[in-house]
C-alpha cells in the first residue's frame, strides 16, 4: 500500500507551495488507494507558534484533502527519539561527541565550512573524556564512497561521502535534530513515498544514513523542482499572496486554488480545468515536471471564475452567506436562480459574488453617509444624461413607465426585457431608446454596466422596482 504524508513546520503560514506538495501527496496516495498522512514538524519551539499550527490545520479543512489518522506531532514524541539514539549508541553506530562550544567556535573560523574532519574527533576516541563538556550526539556517516538515491522526478542524485559529516543526533539539552526525527517519523509511519520541495535534496543523504543505521525500509523519494515567478525567479510576496488562507479571504475557491496549483508543475494533455476526481484520474507523481514551475496569478482568477459557473445554487448561496439571497430563495426559486445565473457569468470572486449580489438587492442611495449597502447613484452619469434638453422628458418617460409596470405582469427575464424594449422604442419620438435605457439603469441599479435590465426587474419585482423609480425621482429633484 502507498502510504505518503505531508510535513509541515508550524513557523508560519502554509504557503501555496507547500500544498500543492500537500496535494500530490495527497493525490498519489488517495488515487493508489493508500493513506496519507498529516505530520506536524513542531521540534523548533524557538520559532513555532500556535497560530501558524491552527493556520495549517484551517488551511487543511478549508481545501478538503482530508489525511487519515491523527495528525502526528513531533515535539509529542521526544522519548522516541532518545529511545533510538540510545539503540545508535548501544551498536556503536552513533557516539557522544565533547567538543566544546568553544573549539566548535574556533574550527569554523579556521576552516572555512569543512569541518568534516574536525568533527570527528570523538568518533573512535580512546583518549580522556572531557569532564566539564555535556556531549551531544552524533552518527557515524560513512567515511567514503557515495551516498545516492534514485530520485522519481530528477534520476540518479548523488553526493560524496566525503560531503557529509558526522552529523548530530541529539544535542546536548537531549533534544532531537531535524533529519534525525525526520527519517524515524517517516520509517515508523510505513511512509513508501515521499514527495517534498526539492530544497530537502540536500537532507535527502543525512535522511539515508539514518535509515541505514537503523535498518529501515527506504522509501522511494520524488523531490519537486520550486514554483517560481514569471522571471523565473523564487516566488515572493510582491508577486501575489502566499499564504493559502489568503486566497480564502478573496474568495477563491478551494477546488480552483487546488486546480491552478495542480497545473503548475503537471499537465495531462491540454486540458486546464480539473475537478478532485479528474486529478486523481489522471495523477503520476513520475509526470511531475521536472524543472520549476512558473507562476501566473491571472490564470487563477479565470479558473475560480471557472469553478464558480459549475457550482449550483445552494451550494453557491451557503458560500456566500448573505441573508438577502437566502430570502429571496424562500421567495421565488426562480427570481433567485436568475439572479444567481446573471451574477455569475460575470464575477472571479466569491467577493464580486457577494458585490454583485448586494448591487442588485440594494436600493442604490442618495448619497451613503450611514455606510449602507446600497451602491450612491453614480452623479457624472446622472449629468450626462439629465441634460436640460432631455432632463424633463427622461423623468416623465421613467413615471410613465413605472405606471405601465402596474398592469404588467411578466413570468420570466426575457418577458421583462420584451417589455423594456417595446416602452423604449414607441418613446423615439421623444428621446432615444438607449438614453431612455441608461436612465432606467441609474435608477435602478444607480451606475453604468451590470446585469440585464430585464433580468434586474424580474428579480426585484414591479413594486421593488417602482419604489426605486420614485426615489431615484426624489433625488433628480434635489441634486
Ligand atoms: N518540515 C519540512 C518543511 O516544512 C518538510 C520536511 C519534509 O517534507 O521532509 O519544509
Not at 508543475?265 to 491540454?270: L, P, Q, R, T, V
Not at 441608461?438 to 419604489?467: M, P, T, W, Y
Amino acid at each position: 500500500m502507498i502510504v505518503t504524508r505531508f510535513a509541515p513546520s508550524p513557523t508560519g503560514h502554509l504557503h501555496i507551495g507547500g500544498l500543492r506538495t500537500a496535494l500530490y501527496s495527497y493525490l498519489h496516495a488517495r488515487a493508489k488507494k493508500g493513506k496519507f498522512l498529516l505530520r506536524i514538524e513542531d521540534t523548533d519551539t524557538r520559532r513555532n507558534t500556535q497560530e501558524a499550527l491552527q493556520g495549517i490545520l484551517e488551511a487543511f479543512e478549508w481545501v478538503g484533502l482530508e489525511y487519515d489518522e491523527p495528525v502526528w506531532y513531533q515535539s509529542q514524541r521526544l522519548e522516541i527519539y532518545q529511545e533510538y539514539a540510545k539503540k545508535l549508541l548501544d551498536s556503536k553506530k552513533a557516539y557522544f561527541c565533547y567538543l566544546s562550544p568553544d573549539e566548535l567556535q574556533a574550527m569554523r573560523e579556521e576552516r572555512s565550512g569543512n569541518h568534516t574532519e574536525l568533527t570527528r574527533k570523538y568518533r573512535d576516541y580512546t583518549g580522556e573524556i572531557p569532564a566539564d563538556v555535556k556531549p551531544c550526539v552524533r552518527i557515524k556517516a560513512p567515511l567514503q564512497g557515495e551516498i545516492s538515491f534514485v530520485d522519481g522526478i530528477k534520476g540518479k542524485i548523488s553526493f560524496a561521502a566525503s560531503e557529509i559529516n558526522d552529523f548530530v543526533i541529539l544535542r546536548n539539552d537531549g533534544t532531537p535534530t531535524y533529519n534525525f526525527v525526520v527519517a524515524i517519523d517517516d520509517a515508523l509511519s510505513n511512509i513508501t513515498d515521499l514527495l517534498r520541495g526539492d530544497d530537502h535534496i540536500s537532507n535527502t543523504p543525512k535522511q539515508l544514513i539514518i535509515y541505514e543505521a537503523l535498518g529501515f525500509a527506504i522509501p522511494r523519494f520524488y523531490h519537486i523542482p520550486m514554483i517560481c515567478n514569471e522571471k523565473g525567479q523564487k516566488l515572493s510576496k510582491r508577486d501575489g499572496a502566499l499564504s493559502v488562507l489568503e486566497y480564502k479571504r478573496a474568495g477563491i475557491l478551494p477546488e480552483a486554488l487546488l486546480n491552478f496549483l495542480f497545473r503548475l508543475g503537471y499537465s495531462d494533455g491540454d486540458k486546464e480545468i480539473f475537478s478532485l476526481q479528474e486529478m486523481l484520474e489522471c495523477f503520476y507523481p513520475e509526470k511531475i515536471n521536472s524543472k520549476a514551475s512558473a507562476c501566473n496569478f491571472s490564470k487563477l482568477y479565470w479558473l475560480n471564475s471557472e469553478h464558480i459557473k459549475t457550482l449550483d445554487e445552494q451550494t453557491l448561496a451557503a458560500l456566500l452567506n448573505l441573508s438577502e439571497l437566502h430570502e429571496l430563495m424562500r421567495d421565488s426559486k426562480e427570481r433567485a436562480s436568475v439572479l444567481l445565473c446573471e451574477v455569475k457569468t460575470r464575477v472571479n470572486t466569491l467577493c464580486d459574488f457577494q458585490k454583485g449580489i448586494i448591487e442588485i438587492l440594494y436600493a442604490p442611495l442618495a448619497s451613503n453617509l450611514n455606510q449602507e449597502k446600497g451602491a450612491v447613484y453614480d452623479e457624472s452619469m446622472f449629468h450626462k444624461l439629465f441634460t436640460a434638453q432631455h432632463a424633463t422628458t427622461l423623468v416623465d418617460s421613467l413615471k410613465d413607465f413605472s405606471k405601465h409596470l402596474e398592469s404588467f405582469c411578466g413570468d420570466n427575464a426575457q418577458a421583462y426585457k420584451t417589455f423594456i424594449h417595446d416602452f423604449s422604442q414607441r418613446l423615439e419620438s421623444k428621446i432615444k431608446p438607449s438614453l431612455f435605457m441608461q436612465s432606467l439603469r441609474l435608477a435602478l441599479l444607480g451606475k453604468k454596466g451590470g446585469i440585464d435590465l430585464g433580468a434586474c426587474i424580474f428579480i426585484l419585482g414591479n413594486v421593488a422596482v417602482q419604489k426605486r423609480i420614485e426615489s431615484f425621482l426624489l433625488y433628480c429633484r434635489n441634486v
